[in-house]
């Protein structure tokens, strides 16, 4: 009795100096491969697009710098991320509105859904955004929107917040001035993934590899440091490979409509929608009508430390 007491006297004594032996862990350290946490899941444009109209009757650009839905990943305890280190979102902007310039740490990018007539200001640099287009905003660079057309503009956001939350390098400047001055308008731009370009890259690769198979191209030179992009094109019955991976991924359906079958079970798809696929979960995408997809992952952060690992069936 006397040694049990001493053990734990030894446990009392070290717990209260915010310590922890290793041979008694509460809650283990290491483990043999990723562990299932954050879900997957599939938003809906469908029912978050009508919320938007009524946030865009209710919520002016005073009141919301940024007019958007995040998408939460409804793992237990999560507020805010898709998934672990990146968070999407849905925005709207009306006619005549202008997002004010700001600037900040996470990198981020947007896919074009609906509306034209609008363009962002990045560095100065002013560029239409269309539907289907794909537009890049590195870390520390000023932005800002505007919406000088006659039509509701829709797209979707994703930025890399959860990951500089967990490391902490958070950085936020609203511009001094509101929005950047005298931006120069440009047609193309390297921050600028136009859809007829994307598409075109896609026919070349399926011409290379046969009318009946998924093809993708990665989207570039320029890209984030810690965001890799994607673009598949799969069309009508056939489907992607069955993988997993060490990467975090977010999917949007640019075009077409489906289901992806992730750790077993059909989560089904259409224009506009997200999905959430967490790290080391085997999926695959089908497409019930051509369809092409955006891939956003953390592929770049897990491939600089060598972690980065994918496996194929």
């Known amino acids: 009795m006397a040694d049990q007491d001493s053990l734990e006297q030894l446990y009392a004594d070290f717990a209260n100096l915010n310590m922890e032996g290793g041979w008694h862990r509460r809650f283990p350290a290491l483990w043999p491969e990723p562990r299932r946490n954050f879900l997957p899941h599939v938003w809906h ?3 978050v697009k009508p919320i938007l109209d009524r946030a865009g009757q209710l919520v002016d650009t005073t009141q919301a710098e940024r007019r958007n839905l995040t998408m939460f990943n409804p793992v237990e305890g999560n507020i805010y991320s898709t998934v672990r280190t990146i968070v999407a979102a849905y925005q709207m902007i009306r006619p005549g509105e202008v997002a ?3 600037r900040h740490t996470p990198n981020a990018l947007r896919l074009i859904l609906e509306g034209r007539g609008t363009y962002t200001v990045v560095d100065g640099t002013q560029v239409e955004m269309r539907p289907g287009d794909v537009l890049l905003t590195p870390s520390m660079a000023w932005h800002s929107h505007a919406n000088g057309g006659t039509e509701d503009c829709y797209w979707m956001d ?4 959860p990951l500089v939350h967990l490391l902490e390098p958070m950085f936020y400047e609203p511009h001094p001035d509101g929005i950047e001055a005298n ?4 047609e193309t731009a390297p921050i600028a993934f136009r859809w007829e370009d ?7 690769q399926q011409a290379r590899t046969g009318a009946n198979q998924a093809v993708s191209v990665k989207l570039g030179p320029a890209q984030l440091s810690s965001i890799a992009l994607s673009m598949h094109r ?3 019955g056939a489907a992607t490979e069955l993988q997993r991976t060490t990467a975090n991924s977010i999917f949007a359906v640019v075009r077409g409509s489906g289901c992806s079958e992730i750790d077993g079970e059909s989560h089904t798809w259409g224009f506009g929608d997200t999905i959430a696929v967490p790290a080391w979960r085997p999926f695959r995408h089908l497409a019930d009508e051509s369809a092409v997809i955006l891939e956003v992952s953390d592929a770049p952060v897990l491939e600089a430390f060598g ?3 994918q496996q194929k069936s």
């Open 158 to 161: 994703f930025l890399d917040v």
């Open 307 to 309: 972690w980065l690992r």
């Open 183 to 186: 931006p120069s308008s440009v």
């Open 100 to 102: 004010r310039s700001h």
């Open 234 to 236: 799969i069309p009508a």
């Open 198 to 204: 994307t598409c075109a890259q896609l026919d070349a």
């Open 45 to 47: 444009y469908a029912q």
